[in-house]
């Protein structure tokens, strides 16, 4: 209950952007009636409705997240849940709640109104339906605490922020050649399968960041800076190491391409 | 095993906070005991918000610790946090939730919360539920910020400068609101504040800190008793020399006469001259005589 109480307390503070994905989707819905042709119109405003309905959900998750506990603590507002009985967990879980919730509700605001007049949500199936919200939701997340945990970086005005842009450089830098690797024996599935994989690590290392920043940093934003950059520094570091194992097992492991093959089996 | 009635609300232990090279707090240690009004006071810059801050557990200190009903506050901060009610220098509740918002979002975390008392405290000064916090007046933010603080029935008070910015009669309803509070449950206070004049009637005892140290902790009868100040006339009557043994602190002279702050017993100044008399010393008197001649004094 207290999860979801700090989560009212953040939409509260930001309804008002619920209203704007509504008036965003209502101009849509105008624009459409408007078209001199709109069986054509249809189809087309339809892709760009659910297109402008993602771009603005991940949108308002990235801004959401980089103010989310930053905006509290410069306006010193952050004291008013740390002086309440809660955990560090239910404020960091309630607030995460709500930035998700809003940018999956302002998503939906945004290009549901020309959807239904278009009928295209009928020709969706429930699959369908359910892999859009799901990259909605996922994306949003990943988002939201990726810009999180920037936001803490750049407002501390501290030396870590010396580390952190190292260890993203060495994080960039690796995956490049590691990518680059499996490009050469196109490997392009287990490239795939390798980025989906980092990308789920160091989300849960930003998601681990976001919580420390909040129960070993509370209202010293210094110190919570300090706890993200040594948490993503060293998720970056084991998630590469991880990455690297893996390209090299995948290397070994992989069947040979099939004209090497072939060369392999005339020379027995 | 202490009961709750024995334990130390406010126990500070050698606390030391940093940040880089500069020294915000050193060694500061205090007791608040129960049912005491405790009142840190201090210039700006002294070190009193980073100490509020680590008193709340909001901040950790470099050194040293704080316990509060003998737990240490950064471990245990969310259950302690039942107990303690805080008025923050800066009404912080969020400006876009209206006064009835705030209240129900507080009312749901508290298994004690107080929901007539609350009500009647804000009907008592007429302010408006259904108004965003942020638009209230800054007296009525301060009002609200008290009725929630007191809200929880909290053992302990924690009042950050709760009259800073307010006009005469604003800070008068915080200090008798406060004064109801003691009479009726006996909490336990600590305040910092810059209204030295509005405190004096409350505080039991007083810590001022100067330069993160705390030059003073003591009741407010010892302070009285320890400093003593005294005035003549006409002014060439008396010589700074001549003060010497009892310690001046804060020598000044007019054209009618001159006065000072002796920590020692003045009795025999006063036998042997007649025209030295002792005076009324106020609180905020004896903080700009300690703080503004930023003399080492032995607590």
Known sequence: MSVLAVTRREWIGRRNVLLLSLGMGLLQFIGLHLNPDPAQAFDKTSFLAVATGTMYAWAVAALYGATMLSRDLEERRFGFLLNQPLHEAQIFLGKVLAGVGLAFLSGLLACLPPLLLSGFWRQLGMREVGSIMGVWLAGSLVLLLLFHALSIQVRSRSLWLALDLAAWALFFLGVRLLSLRLMAVDGFREMAHLWLGLLIAVSLGLAVAGYLQVSEGRADLQRGHRWVSLTMASTLVLVLLGGWAQVVWTLKHRPAPVQTQARTHRIR | MTSNAEMNPVDCHQLGVRYGRMVALEEVTFTVAPGQVYALLGRN?????????????????????????????WASRRSLMHRVGVVSEEPDAPPTMTTRQVLQFCAGLYPSWDALGVEARLQRFRVPQELPFGKLS??????VSLALALGPRPSLLVLDDPTLGLDAVARREVYDELLGELAERGTTVFITTHDLAGIEGLADRVGILHQGRLLVDA????????????GWAPPQALRLED?????PLGFRMGSLGGETVLQGDPAPLLAARPEVQIQDLSLEELFVTLVGADTEVAS
Do not use: M
């Open chain 2, 243 to 247: 003060l010497a043994p009892y310690g």
């Open chain 2, 219 to 230: 009741s407010l009868e010892d302070l009285k008793a320890r400093y003593r100040k005294i």
């Open chain 2, 138 to 143: 800054r007296g009525q933010k301060a009002q």
């Open chain 2, 45 to 73: 810059g002294s070190g009193k918000t980073s100490l509020v801050r680590c008193l709340l557990g909001h901040q950790k200190p470099c050194s040293g610790h704080i316990e509060l009903f003998e737990q240490d506050v």
